[in-house]
């Protein structure tokens, strides 16, 4: 079975421009979580959905900074505008439900380079 | 609030002897306790996790954890290292209950010299 998959696996783009990451979720699951992983901060919870709604928030760091859902299996994460210490890799995770005993599986990430 | 505590960022084993990485955590409520591997430029994979029942639990790879109450500890072990383990592993923590959030330790990067 495929995994969850993330596009792209790099990028890298000059400050001030916008910036889409993409993650498609394991077939089946209806949760889905963006991470995000730096050296100073490790892994930091974004957003969490359950059934295409968003849940829980409170990581996001600010407004440029927007998550959605368009459909049950795909969610894009946006950057707009994008700052150097935006530089991170971006993780999205699913999971089979959001009960506490459901593990979550994760992508292989973006590794993201604001110049 | 749950937290994680990971001792020791980094850990080098030779190759054959045991691995040792140390999780305790902070619950106010039964925990459910995960171990997660995360190899070079790959995601984080589930090694392992505690839910409820037995409190040690098997992995893959030959990896286990206990779980013991009464350290606030989930230690993770392997009996014999291999070339392939290092990687950098991540105790987390769910709090049992809510939704499936997981709060993470720091991480512990394991190295295996021959």
């Known amino acids: 079975d495929a995994g969850v998959i993330q596009s792209p696996r790099h990028e890298v783009t000059e400050m001030g421009q916008e910036v889409t990451l993409r993650c498609k979720l394991i077939?089946?699951?209806?949760?889905l979580f963006w991470y995000r992983q730096t050296m100073m901060r490790g892994l930091e919870l974004l957003i969490y959905?359950?059934?295409?709604?968003?849940?829980?928030d409170s990581g996001m760091p600010e407004d440029r900074f927007s998550a959605k859902m368009p459909n049950a299996s795909f969610s894009t994460l946006k950057i707009q505008p994008s700052e150097p210490r935006d530089s991170a890799v971006y993780f999205c995770a699913s999971s089979q439900g959001g009960d506490s005993n459901q593990p979550q599986h994760f992508g292989d990430g973006t590794r993201l380079s604001i110049l | 609030a749950q937290s994680v505590t990971q001792l020791g960022s980094h850990v080098s084993v030779s190759e054959g002897a045991l691995v040792l990485l140390r999780c305790n955590y902070s619950s106010s409520v039964p925990p459910y306790l995960f171990w997660y591997v995360q190899y070079p430029n790959q995601g984080l994979q589930l090694l392992l996790k505690y839910t409820t029942g037995a409190t040690l639990v098997k992995g893959i790879n030959g990896f286990e954890a206990e779980f013991k109450k009464s350290e606030t500890s989930f230690h993770l072990t392997k009996p014999s290292a291999h070339m392939s383990d290092a990687a950098e592993y991540f105790c987390?923590?769910?709090?049992?209950?809510?939704?499936?959030?997981?709060?993470f330790g720091a991480g512990t990067r394991l190295a295996v010299h021959p």
């Open positions: 959905f359950n059934n295409n709604v968003p849940i829980d």
């Open positions: 077939s089946g699951h209806n949760s």
């Open positions: 987390a923590v769910i709090h049992s209950g809510g939704y499936n959030k997981l709060i």
